[in-house]
């Protein structure tokens, strides 16, 4: 069974920067899994930040902003603002029409 | 683009949930889209329960796929989810949702999302 994993819950300060990452048990994230990130905040639908890794969705600010660090996905928030406070979903492609999700991040900015 | 989950929010234990999003703002039959169904337990993660594609042709996850049936209806623009046999464990907030599958894939549009309850 395919699992991505995420970081359960991190914390950053105002103004700083923060790196959460997205990985697979079965191996290392790889830009052929077209990894995208989406934010979402209680009651809300999930808002598309990034996809094919670092491909920042319209509008989003460039203080996000997607990679591969080693062997797993990244998505690195520099400058963290107090709305910034969401839960944080990484999403691998897994072929044929299917796609997992990780387990969310939920990010604490304080 | 816009999508909106329809459907009864109340559905009894071992009955079949069933829901459909329709597409405004394009045509669902095109090449470079999925039309995909996520759904959400209370304070959960977001799950996949799988896509469609404008021909029928059809992706469950593998967890589900025993319970799933997703069609399309493209005169219109419509796209619908069954899932059969549901327990407490069925309750969520489902969403509809715009996959790409041409050079890319990911969600790019999201519908608002229905909460459906299941209870007796």
């Known amino acids: 069974q395919t699992v991505v994993t995420q970081e359960p819950s991190f914390s950053v300060s105002p103004g700083g920067t923060v790196t959460l990452t997205c990985g697979l048990n079965?191996?290392?994230?790889?830009?052929?899994?077209?990894p995208s990130w989406y934010q979402q905040t209680p009651g809300q639908a999930p808002r598309t930040l990034i996809y094919?890794?670092?491909t920042r969705s319209s509008g989003v600010p460039d203080r996000f902003s997607g990679s591969i660090l080693g062997n797993k996905a990244a998505l690195t928030i520099t400058g963290a603002q107090a709305d910034d406070e969401s839960d944080y979903y990484c999403?691998?492609?897994?072929?044929?029409?299917?796609?997992?999700f990780g387990g969310g991040t939920k990010l604490t900015v304080l | 683009l816009q999508l909106q989950e329809s459907g009864p929010g109340l559905v009894k234990p071992s009955e079949t949930l069933s829901l459909t999003c329709t597409v405004s703002?394009?045509?669902?039959?095109?090449?470079?889209?999925?039309w995909v169904w996520i759904r959400q337990p209370p304070g959960k993660g977001l799950e996949l329960i799988g896509s469609?594609?404008?021909?029928?042709?059809?992706f469950y996850n593998p967890s589900l796929k025993s319970r799933v049936s997703i069609s399309v209806d493209t005169s219109k623009n419509q796209f619908s989810l069954r899932l059969s046999s549901v327990t407490a464990a069925d309750t969520a907030v489902y969403y509809c949702?715009?996959?790409?599958?041409?050079?890319?894939?990911?969600?790019?549009?999201w519908g608002q999302g229905t909460l459906v309850t299941v209870s007796s």
């Open positions: 949702a715009r996959g790409r599958r041409s050079r890319t894939y990911y969600f790019d549009y």
């Open positions: 999403v691998l492609y897994m072929g044929s029409g299917l796609w997992v």
């Open positions: 094919s890794t670092n």
């Open positions: 469609i594609y404008y021909t029928g042709s059809t």
């Open positions: 079965s191996g290392s994230v790889s830009t052929t899994y077209y």
């Open positions: 703002g394009d045509s669902i039959s095109t090449n470079d889209y999925y």
